[in-house]
């Protein structure tokens, strides 16, 4: 099967002042196209680190001493910034942890997602693309067409991570990161997420790479899991 994440015994630390700190070492991992691959450790263990490598996102102060991070068959860690800012939204994708601070509190959901589709040319302006923007909310479970007019504040928290789950969707990416994005969900709402994020893998042959410190979620989606 094709091995939309590849990642090849990487070594990575962070530097400050006159000292360096290893966060990854060695690691080795294939995520292949429709797997959910499952990332659990504890807190400040790297797991994040490592998912927003994926993404191509780098601390100035961090260094790759040795290996690589391909995506799609191209090596994110290698290409220049504006050719990363392409590459996320089309080809990978975040779901954040969380929604509230990652919406903005003064736009339109609809019209936040008419931004991500404008940037990658996938409409030319909110108004043509409204219909497509539904369509979208539609796919994550959102059927009310007034969704497109509502603002972050007034949705409930697993409205807007469902809003967040369709802007990730949004330009039909190869692969979404996960970042723990049920975590703070009632127990309910997080099982109805995670149904959703399974069933979606499934219509579409979406890879995922969920990272979170709940195994007990991990042992409802994953197809593999590392620790």
Same mark, same amino acid.
């Given at each position: 099967?094709?091995?939309?994440?590849?990642?090849?015994?990487?070594?990575?630390? +962070?530097?400050?002042?006159?000292?360096?700190?290893?966060?990854?070492?060695?690691?080795?991992? &294939? @995520?292949?196209?429709?797997?959910?691959?499952?990332?659990?450790?504890?807190?400040?263990? =790297? %797991?994040?680190?490592?998912? +927003?490598?994926?993404?191509?996102?780098?601390?100035?102060?961090?260094?790759?001493?040795?290996?690589?991070?391909?995506?799609? =068959?191209?090596?994110?860690?290698?290409?220049?910034? %504006?050719?990363?800012?392409?590459?996320?939204?089309? @080809?990978?994708?975040?779901?954040?942890?969380?929604?509230?601070?990652?919406?903005?509190?003064?736009?339109?959901?609809?019209?936040?997602?008419?931004?991500?589709?404008?940037?990658?040319?996938? @409409?030319?302006?909110?108004?043509?693309? %409204?219909?497509?923007?539904?369509?979208?909310?539609?796919?994550?479970?959102?059927?009310?067409?007034?969704?497109?007019?509502?603002?972050?504040?007034?949705?409930?928290? =697993?409205?807007?991570?469902?809003?967040?789950?369709?802007?990730?969707?949004?330009?039909?990416?190869?692969? @979404?990161?996960?970042?723990?994005?049920?975590? =703070?969900?009632?127990?309910?709402?997080?099982?109805?997420?995670?149904?959703?994020?399974?069933?979606?893998?499934? &219509?579409?042959?979406?890879?995922?790479? +969920?990272?979170?410190?709940?195994?007990?979620?991990?042992?409802?989606?994953?197809?593999?899991?590392?620790?």
């Amino acid at each position: 099967m094709n091995k939309v994440v590849k990642i090849s015994n990487l070594d990575f630390s +962070y530097q400050h002042h006159n000292t360096s700190t290893q966060v990854l070492h060695k690691i080795n991992l &294939e @995520i292949e196209e429709g797997e959910t691959f499952g990332l659990v450790g504890e807190s400040g263990c =790297g %797991k994040s680190t490592l998912a +927003y490598l994926c993404l191509g996102y780098q601390d100035p102060l961090s260094i790759i001493h040795n290996g690589k991070v391909e995506i799609n =068959g191209t090596n994110i860690t290698n290409i220049p910034d %504006k050719e990363k800012n392409k590459f996320r939204g089309k @080809i990978i994708s975040l779901v954040p942890q969380n929604p509230t601070t990652s919406l903005s509190p003064h736009m339109q959901v609809g019209m936040q997602i008419s931004e991500i589709l404008i940037q990658h040319n996938q @409409i030319e302006n909110y108004q043509s693309g %409204k219909n497509q923007i539904k369509k979208l909310f539609k796919s994550v479970g959102l059927i009310d067409d007034n969704i497109v007019k509502k603002y972050p504040h007034q949705l409930s928290g =697993g409205q807007q991570q469902r809003v967040c789950i369709a802007m990730a969707l949004a330009c039909n990416p190869k692969v @979404i990161i996960l970042d723990e994005p049920t975590t =703070g969900l009632d127990v309910t709402t997080q099982r109805q997420i995670i149904s959703l994020l399974d069933n979606l893998r499934k &219509e579409t042959k979406l890879s995922m790479l +969920y990272v979170t410190h709940d195994m007990s979620v991990l042992a409802q989606i994953a197809d593999k899991i590392a620790v």
